[in-house]
């Protein structure tokens, strides 16, 4: 049995506006492992970034604030933790990159300067010891010329330059787990490449467990052991990589993976789910795919589905999949298959 | 940095030449003939004419204007027609007055316009936010007269605390050296002197900075709160800062740079405009001195005095834009 280093317990992380309360993360559950890369996909809107600034505790508050829900980090419950507490777990234990390379540093500090703020904040050392440091990581992420740019500007730097310089930073203090928010999105192929294949090195060489939110697929098949599937505020499937592509089950990933462009296939139109995806609403009853779902039946826009689950450690949010409605599953599973 | 301080200086040329094209150009509209104004009513024709030979105004105003220049140049900025005195020597003292006041008022409005924005950012919505805002609408809402009035008849009539007018103990004078009075005092190594003097300047400062500081206040809590609402603060945060390196470290250094552009304008116009809170405090600044010229139609003083004015608002302009390329290294033109 894996470690598991973190884990999410119905969280629930609701904001509180002028419209009303906004339940963006509605209950998720999920872990990582030891070592593991997990991919949280699901489309814009659907709570990843709520998610992942909740396990950060850095959720603007207000309007926002997690309501309920465990987030257990090595045995510890973050949501109870004190500010002090996170203050000595956030970029060090767990650290967190952003999508927007070009506006996540400081832009009046140096490299060097913002390196080592995050080397001393939580190790002992001389700013001497810090700026060596900061220089070896900056070689370890792939930098051409480390010395020169410790001592840049980050506008200077290219945008993929940048992210990796957000990763260095993220991995100096060697965290247990790194959350990369839609790290590549903003960055063009090519450079999207590179990133992944640092990152993988990274979790490969030191073992930092990554939590990688995106809604790319290509990304997910890239470098993820596991695959968390979100949909308006919930985890709606979860599975090996290699299964979800293959096999999704969840009538929602079933839709997102018949949308991936397919190399060997000539299709003339690229498959898109019907509808767009509703604003997370406090106090929906049913399926929150229901309105957009094709094999939608009446249970589904009267009752809540649980997460049910199934072989290999896998867990499907859909009625299909409950037991004691089995024989609607079979039946349905044969008319995806004709 | 220091190509850039060239640049800077070098575009500074064509200002100063529009400048004294403006200030050249005052005598020339003034209604009537400058010999007749300076002579009066009941000149003789024949006295005009020598004064306006003496004077060259007889030359093309292209000659004219090269003279004046190359006067400037020199460091001559003419003579008053009131007291005969070179303008040069005579205008220091109320430059320097006014120099000081400002200083002491701009230095009373940054300090507490920056701390209070800071404050009311971090605690947003909370009852110091609240109150120091309101305060903040109120300093900027309030007639200066006003103020310099209430403040004279409290801290000085009632209670005493504070004298009321002037720049120092006019019974005990002292010998000026720099004519700026705090660095006299400190020269002359007389510290009872020292204190009296920064009693004097506590009354007008606050008057004339109560505006600069509301200003200063509501601008650098907007700004904080924009800022603390962007990526790299996020990213501080996500590095496990605590709130202080947050706010006073990442986040002011950002904030900054509009807060600077309004100390700017506001030091400009306090250095050029404080003709009211001169009066109301006896103040002998620059603005009481052009003021007085008017009234006597000293033209070459107002001359000057507008030259002056003009000039320091051009070096202030100059200074803020060197500390803004000294703040954010985008900077490059
Ligand atoms: N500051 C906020 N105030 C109010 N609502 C918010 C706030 N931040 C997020 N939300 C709500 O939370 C929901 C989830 O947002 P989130 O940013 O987590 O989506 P996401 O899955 O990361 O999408 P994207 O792919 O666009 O980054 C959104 O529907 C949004 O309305
Ligand atoms: S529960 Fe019903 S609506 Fe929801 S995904 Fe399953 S079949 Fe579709
Ligand atoms: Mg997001």
Redesign the interface.
């Given at each position: 049995m894996p470690e598991t280093i973190l884990e999410l317990n119905e969280l629930h992380t609701h904001f509180f506006t002028d419209n009303g309360e906004i339940p963006a993360v509605d209950g998720v559950s999920l872990s990582v492992n030891k070592g593991e890369v997990v991919g949280i996909v699901g489309e814009s809107g659907c709570g990843k970034s709520v998610t992942s600034l909740s396990i950060m505790q850095l959720i603007p508050q207000p309007p926002g604030k997690i309501v309920s829900g465990e987030i257990n980090f090595k045995g510890e419950n973050l949501a109870n933790s004190s500010n002090k507490r996170m203050k000595q777990i956030r970029g060090n234990e767990i650290s967190m990159i952003f999508q927007e390379p070009m506006t996540s540093l400081d832009p009046l500090f140096t490299i060097g300067n913002q390196l080592r703020e995050a080397i001393q904040l939580h190790n002992k050392m001389s700013k001497k010891e810090a700026s060596d440091r900061a220089l070896d990581m900056l070689e370890m992420v792939g930098i051409p010329r480390p010395k020169e740019v410790l001592s840049e500007y980050p506008h200077q730097l290219s945008g993929g330059m940048r992210q990796r310089v957000m990763i260095a930073m993220a991995m100096s203090c060697d965290p247990e787990i790194l959350i990369a928010d839609e790290p590549t999105t903003a960055l063009d192929v090519t450079i999207q490449a590179q990133i992944l294949d640092l990152m993988k090195k990274l979790n490969q060489e030191k073992d930092t467990a990554i939590m990688l939110i995106t809604h790319d697929l290509g990304v997910v098949a890239e470098i993820c052991d596991r695959v968390v599937v979100m949909y308006s505020g919930q985890v709606v499937e979860e599975g090996t990589t290699r299964e979800i592509l293959k096999d999704p089950k969840h009538p929602y990933s079933q839709g997102l993976i018949k949308s991936l462009p397919k190399i060997h296939e000539r299709e003339q139109k690229l498959y898109s789910i019907p509808g767009t995806v509703p604003k997370p609403k406090m106090g929906v009853k049913g399926c929150r795919f229901a309105q957009r779902c094709p094999m939608a039946f009446e249970r589904c826009f009267q009752e809540d589905p649980e997460l049910y689950p199934l072989e290999n450690n896998r867990r499907s949010r859909c009625f299909l999949y409950d037991d004691a409605k089995r024989e609607v599953t079979e039946n349905a599973n044969a008319d995806i298959r004709s | 940095m220091f190509a850039y301080t060239m640049r800077r200086l070098l575009m500074l040329i064509p200002v100063l030449i529009g400048m004294t094209l403006i200030t050249f150009s005052i005598v020339h509209l003034i209604p009537g003939n400058p010999a007749q104004v300076i002579l009066g009513e009941t000149a003789t024709a024949e006295a005009m004419q020598n004064l306006e030979e003496s004077m060259g105004l007889n030359e093309p105003y292209a000659v004219q204007y090269f003279i004046y220049v190359q006067d400037l140049l020199q460091g001559d900025l003419g003579t008053s027609l009131r007291s005969k005195a070179e303008i040069a020597k005579e205008i220091w003292p109320y430059i320097a007055a006014t120099f000081e006041l400002t200083f002491f008022a701009m230095l009373f409005a940054i300090f507490i316009g920056v701390n209070a924005g800071i404050i009311s950012a971090w605690k947003q919505n909370s009852w110091f936010d609240f109150l120091a805002m309101l305060f903040a609408l109120i300093g900027v809402s309030m007639p200066v007269f006003w103020l310099a009035l209430m403040e004279q008849w409290i801290f000085a009539q009632e209670l005493s605390w504070f004298p009321a007018t002037g720049r120092q103990d006019n019974r005990d004078p002292m010998e000026p050296i720099t004519y700026f009075f705090v660095i006299d005092s400190i020269l002359h190594m007389d510290f009872t002197r020292v204190i009296t003097t920064l009693k004097h300047l506590v009354l007008p400062s606050i008057a004339l900075g109560t505006i600069p500081m509301a200003i200063i206040a509501r601008m650098t809590r907007s700004s904080m709160l924009e800022v603390m609402?962007?990526?790299?603060i996020?990213?501080?945060?996500?590095?496990?800062?605590?709130q202080f390196?947050v706010i006073y470290k990442?986040a002011l250094?950002?904030a900054f740079i509009p807060v600077l552009t309004v100390i700017g304008l506001q030091t400009g116009v306090l250095l050029g405009g404080a003709i009211l809170t001169e009066t109301i405090f006896s103040w002998p600044g620059i603005g009481s001195y052009v003021y007085q010229a008017i009234n006597y139609r000293d033209y070459p003083v107002i001359q000057s005095g507008i030259l002056v004015v003009a000039f320091i608002f051009v070096i202030i302009n100059l200074v803020v834009d060197l500390m803004y390329k000294f703040?954010?290294?985008?900077i490059s033109y």
């Open positions: - | 609402k962007s990526d790299y996020r990213t501080v945060k996500a590095k496990g800062s605590g390196l990442h250094k950002n703040i954010d290294p985008r």
